[in-house]
């Protein structure tokens, strides 16, 4: 098994910042890629942005340009730097994680981040 803990969801104005943070433990020998979904209320699950163990990166079209992935693969974390803020940027964020052949899917608990307008 694989646990995954996150931090730095919170409460922020629009056009402010936050950073995520989410690091892996247990079974985490042949962990491919982590990233991150997102959940507003009332709305399906929604990838926010994804990073491979060789650091290429892919992002919703709605974040492209505001939000930054990055990992630190000795540390097992992945980061999700998130600048400009905007109201519809709220929501309960998961970090993922894959691992193995099977790309078995691992997920943390979920923070929320919510942007007032």
């Known amino acids: 098994q694989v646990q995954l803990v996150e931090s730095g969801g919170g409460l922020v104005q629009a056009g402010g910042s936050l950073r995520l943070s989410c690091a892996a433990s247990?079974?985490?020998?042949?962990?491919?890629?982590m990233g991150w979904y997102r959940q507003a209320p009332g709305k399906q699950r929604e990838l926010v942005a994804g990073?491979?163990?060789?650091?290429?990166?892919n992002y919703a079209d709605s974040v492209k340009g505001r939000f930054t992935i990055s990992r630190d693969n000795a540390k097992n974390t992945v980061f999700l730097q998130m600048n400009n803020l905007k109201a519809e940027d709220t929501a309960v964020y998961y970090c993922?994680?894959?691992?193995?052949?099977?790309?078995?899917?691992?997920w943390g608990q979920g923070t929320q981040v919510t942007v007032s307008s």
């Open positions: 990073i491979t163990s060789g650091g290429s990166t």
């Open positions: 247990g079974s985490i020998f042949s962990i491919n890629g």
């Open positions: 993922y994680t894959n691992r193995g052949t099977t790309y078995t899917k691992y």
